[in-house]
T-cell receptor, first 116, second 109 residues
Framework: ETGVTQTPRHLVMGMTNKKSLKCEQH?????MYWYKQSAKKPLELMFV???????ENNSVPSRFSPECPNSSHLFLHLHTLQPEDSALYLC???????????????FGPGTRLTVT | KNEVEQSPQNLTAQEGEFITINCSYS?????LHWLQQHPGGGIVSLFM???GKKKHGRLIATINIQEKHSSLHITASHPRDSAVYIC???????????FGKGTRLHILP
């Protein structure tokens, strides 16, 4: 148990659906992250939030929309996804002033998303 | 060619063997991480290194900044060590995080 929870753990959605992934951290951290892990590809950093402000967006398509209402919660809103968006989506948090791996990150268990 | 290369890609060993996983990178970095990902998908951060060597239980991580190389060692390996081990660095050049493709380790009982 890392102190970072994600729901749901599994999600199957059609291309016209709208769904949201939720992440919550109980560690008092300042920064939160969304990662995408596709089969046989390296982890990809999608978004970084520091003190609720987005500090990184790594050219992620607009069909992925993050929301960080406070330092403990992070959402990823999904709409009109494509089958190639099927992947494991991981959330992480850290006590970090700028985002990234300069500080140790704690990962959630991930949401396995399948787009049909 | 990836800026972070791991070797081997896959490794199967018997319980008790000494395991070494290598990571080479081609960019200047501020830190290097070793991560462990279990079959269910959850990731655990094992080590964060900027120089020298760190040890935690049966795990040892080393980094040679001049050679741009890091190794992760597992002593007295156990089936529960079976996982994907991922090397990741943060580049000084553009402040981006770069992940290796991972090494899939399988320890046989």
């Amino acid at each position: 148990e890392t102190g970072v929870t994600q729901t749901p753990r599994h999600l199957v959605m059609g291309m016209t659906n709208k769904k949201s992934l939720k992440c919550e951290q109980h560690l008092g951290h300042n920064a939160m992250y969304w990662y995408k892990q596709s089969a046989k590809k390296p982890l990809e950093l999608m978004f970084v939030y520091n003190f609720k402000e987005q500090t990184e967006n790594n050219s992620v398509p607009s069909r992925f929309s993050p929301e960080c209402p406070n330092s403990s919660h992070l959402f990823l809103h999904l709409h009109t996804l494509q089958p190639e968006d099927s992947a494991l989506y991981l959330c992480a948090s850290s006590q970090d002033k700028g985002g990234g791996l300069a500080y140790e990150q704690y990962f959630g268990p991930g949401t396995r998303l399948t787009v049909t | 060619k990836n800026e972070v290369e791991q070797s081997p890609q896959n490794l199967t060993a018997q319980e008790g063997e000494f395991i070494t996983i290598n990571c080479s990178y081609s960019v200047g970095i501020s830190a290097l991480h070793w991560l462990q990902q279990h079959p269910g998908g959850g990731i655990v951060s094992l080590f964060m290194l900027s120089s020298g060597k760190k040890k935690h239980g049966r795990l040892i991580a080393t980094i040679n900044i001049q050679e741009k190389h890091s190794s992760l060692h597992i002593t007295a390996s156990h089936p529960r060590d079976s996982a994907v081990y991922i090397c990741a660095v943060r580049s000084w050049r553009d402040d981006k995080i770069i992940f290796g493709k991972g090494t899939r380790l399988h320890i046989l009982p």
